[in-house]
C-alpha cells in the first residue's frame, strides 16, 4: 500500500490515496498509520533539521506496529509558498527493504514525481555513531 501527502491537483496538504481521494484522521487510524497529520506535514522534516529548500532530496524514517516507511521531501511542485512538503508512505515492506518501498511508491504515484522541479533521490541511511541518536531520515521514527 501507497499513499501520499502534499498536494493533490491545488494547493492544501492532505493525505491522498493512489486514486486521489482524500483520507482523513480517522482513516489513517484504520491503516494503522503511525504519523500524524502534522508530522506528515513538515513535522518529519523540520524534527530531522532539514533546511526548508526543495532540491529533490528524499529523507525517510519508519516505524508503527504495522511496519511503514515515510519517505518525505520539501516540494513546491503543488504549492509555491515556503513549508510546502510532500510524502509518500509505505506499507507492506519490511527492514531494511527502504529502496524497494520507495520505487514502489515512485510507480504509485508517477504523476507526483513528474511534476517535480528536482529528480527525487532517496537519502542514504547512516548509521548512528556511538552515543548519538539516529536522525529522521536513519531508520528512526521522527
Known sequence: MA???GCWDRPGHYLHDRTGK???ERDAKVLQLP???SHMDGGLLKNGKRSDRPDGKVWWTCGGLTFWYAFYWWDRSGDR???SNSGFYVRGYGWPEA???FDYAVSVFPHIVSRQKYPLVLQERKPATPNQEPEAGEGKDG
Request: aromatic content about 20%; overall charge neutral; cysteine-free.
Open 35 to 37: 504519523w500524524s497529520s
Open 22 to 24: 482524500t483520507l482523513w
Open 99 to 101: 529502496s524497494e518501498a
Open 81 to 83: 509558498r515556503g513549508a
Open 3 to 5: 499513499l501520499f501527502h
